[in-house]
């Protein structure tokens, strides 16, 4: 079922969409981690993480799929988007996780601590590896069928295959990246200056959410392509579009929480920890992999997951046409059939509706 594009709300890949059959969410609930020691040597305080979970645990305990959240958007969101498709949940017990930076898990907003920029900045690889303490120490759950992420948390895939190669048996980045080019650097280099540099913004002790216009144009410019925009935008609708996607495009992120995490997909590198070399991360995967990208998009480029998915020797879904990072909810029905296809198991168990 196409789902249209007018119901997506705007975030990094415009994935906090209404849900097509009315469900409810399910609850919030949180894992506290203690400490959390991070790449840098640096640690987060009162670590914790929010998650919620959908479907049923199988008594064989292997049923379960990972799914961490994209940039500037919450577990809520990609509730909606799993309830209308995108996986099975009468087949999968699916853990959705709040990663660090938007208030929800540990962030520079919510930290009483380390509040705002006394929060130590904290990775991609930060995030993997809270997300496995949690499913280790909390869920008690030491093996899983799947991880899959759509944009940042398309990233957060590829580390999972690098970091835990042992731990999924399927791994679906979706519009992600495994490290970022010089053109992915420009486009958030350039939002994290309009942040820095917006008179809101005040050296961090801003009060309030700080109006961030530029902030916003320059994150829509980049989520579609020209010809998207062209064709789906009048320039006599263009007041109207601009003041729609001035109002919602941040989706009511806080700028030091939206900073950090952009820093974050910034250091992004599995290359990093194998002297750059790509060949040799792309060594370490055991999981069976589909990488999904999309050809025309503006905000991750593809280049990279093409490469490395070479590199993997397995053909990577291509999503081609206007819609840029757009493009998975453009093509969902495509999609969603092709990523069912390939997480389905030898699931030999009905759910018997346990649930940690």
Not at 48 to 64: E, I, P
Not at 237 to 264: C, H, I, K, V
Not at 280 to 292: D, N, P
Not at 316 to 345: K, N, R
């Amino acid at each position: 079922m196409r789902l249209s594009l007018a119901r997506i709300a705007i975030s990094l890949v415009a994935l906090s969409c209404a849900n097509a059959r009315g469900e409810e969410a399910p609850p919030l609930q949180f894992a506290s981690l203690g400490v959390c020691k991070l790449e840098s040597g640096q640690a987060i305080e009162d670590c914790k993480l929010g998650y919620r979970t959908l479907g049923s645990l199988n008594a064989r305990r292997d049923n379960v799929v990972l799914v961490p959240t994209y940039f500037s958007g919450k577990s809520q969101d990609l509730v909606a988007i799993i309830q209308s498709g995108l996986i099975d949940t009468h087949q999968f017990f699916v853990i959705v996780m709040d990663a660090f930076g938007y208030g929800v898990s540990s962030s520079p907003s919510n930290s009483q601590s380390q509040p705002r920029l006394q929060c130590p900045q904290f990775t991609i690889a930060d995030m993997v590896n809270a997300q496995h303490r949690m499913m280790a120490d909390v869920l008690h759950i030491s093996h899983w069928h799947a991880v899959l992420g759509l944009s940042m948390g398309g990233m957060q895939a590829f580390q999972w295959a690098v970091s835990y190669p042992m731990f999924a048996d399927c791994i679906v980045p979706v519009v992600g990246s495994p490290r970022l080019t010089s053109v992915d650097l420009l486009l958030w280099t350039g939002e994290a200056n309009a942040i820095t540099e917006s008179a809101g913004w005040n050296r961090g002790k801003y009060q309030g959410r700080p109006e961030m216009r530029a902030l916003s144009d320059i994150h829509y410019l980049a989520l579609t392509t020209p010809a998207y925009r062209i064709e789906h935008t009048q320039r006599s609708a263009f007041a109207e579009f601009l003041a729609n996607t001035e109002s919602t495009a941040t989706n009511g992120m806080d700028p030091t929480d939206w900073l950090y995490q952009l820093r974050a997909m910034m250091a992004h590198d599995l290359a990093k920890p194998f002297a750059g070399d790509m060949g040799k991360a792309a060594g370490v995967v055991k999981s069976k992999i589909l990488i999904v990208v999309a050809t025309e998009d503006h905000m991750v480029n593809p280049e990279p997951s093409i490469e490395f998915a070479h590199l993997l020797k397995v053909q990577p879904m291509l999503l081609e046409g206007s819609c840029g990072h757009m493009a998975p909810m453009c093509h969902d029905t495509e999609l969603f059939a092709e990523i069912a296809a390939f997480l389905e198991p030898s699931l030999s168990e009905t759910p018997e509706g346990m649930s940690p």
